[in-house]
């Protein structure tokens, strides 16, 4: 009976960790497929999406976004276009400067607890409008909007490592994006829980405005809160 219980319990963790692996890899498969979308963007050679009608009407029927993708609102960067994707393909949430407040993170909840998409990206971009006038507003002392109060702190960090002013501001796009994931996973429980669960991968790149494609951003480890 012991022998058997043991066996049950071992076939119950390796059922378990099979199911991991498999959310797992449909997270890996999306980051993928967003990033060959991207190189056929950059070498012009697109994938031809389906816009018809029938395709309409099948959306209808209900979405299944394979990803979400947090961007900034410049209308420059278009995720369904810098990723060759088509319609039903991409859950986006855009807002200026790609930030997060809990309208943002109640969206991208929806989209991954809801529609099952198995992949965050988070997206700054080079060049970004929002970061620039949050710098010139450090800069000048002068009294941040909501959007500049968000980035702020990522300007004072790239302050901090240094170089012209140009270098400060792509070096604090970079600092808001990571800033951005730290937000979501401190913010969400729900977030957090689903990529704990393996059902949520969170990746995090920078677009190029000058090239059309997308470099990837090392993410931080985020430390686990100790229970006292």
């Known amino acids: 009976m012991k022998r058997f219980r ?15 692996f ?18 056929r963007f950059v070498s012009g050679n697109l994938e031809q999406k389906d816009l018809s009608d029938t395709k309409r009407k099948e959306l ?23 990723f060759n994707q088509g319609l039903g393909d991409i859950f986006v949430v ?7 407040d809990p309208i943002e993170i109640r969206s991208i909840e929806y989209a991954a607890e809801h529609l099952n998409s198995p992949l965050l990206f988070i997206l700054g971009h080079e ?8 710098y010139e507003t450090v800069e000048t ?3 941040p909007c909501p959007i500049a109060k968000k980035i702020t702190p990522a300007v004072i960090a790239a ?25 979501i996973m401190s913010s969400s429980k729900i977030i957090k829980h689903l990529v704990q669960e393996g059902k949520l991968k969170i ?17 931080p480890v985020l430390a686990e809160k100790t229970k006292h």
């Open 127 to 134: 060049k970004c409008g929002a970061v620039t006038a949050t």
């Open 94 to 100: 855009r807002v200026a400067g790609n930030i997060v």
């Open 6 to 20: 043991i066996f049950m319990a071992l076939f119950v963790i390796a059922i378990f960790s099979g199911l991991v």
């Open 159 to 183: 302050k901090k490592k240094g170089g012209t002013k140009d270098e400060i501001i792509e070096t604090a796009i970079n600092e808001n994006v990571k800033n951005v994931y730290q937000e």
């Open 60 to 82: 209808l029927k209900g979405q299944k976004p394979f990803a979400i993708v947090l961007a900034c609102s410049d209308s420059r960067v278009s995720p369904e276009l810098i």
């Open 203 to 219: 990746v995090a790149g920078k677009y190029s405005l000058t090239t059309g494609k997308v470099e990837m951003i090392e993410l």
């Open 141 to 143: 002392k002068g009294k």
């Open 22 to 39: 498999a959310m797992s890899e449909k997270g890996e498969e999306a980051f993928q497929k967003l990033m060959e979308g991207n190189k």
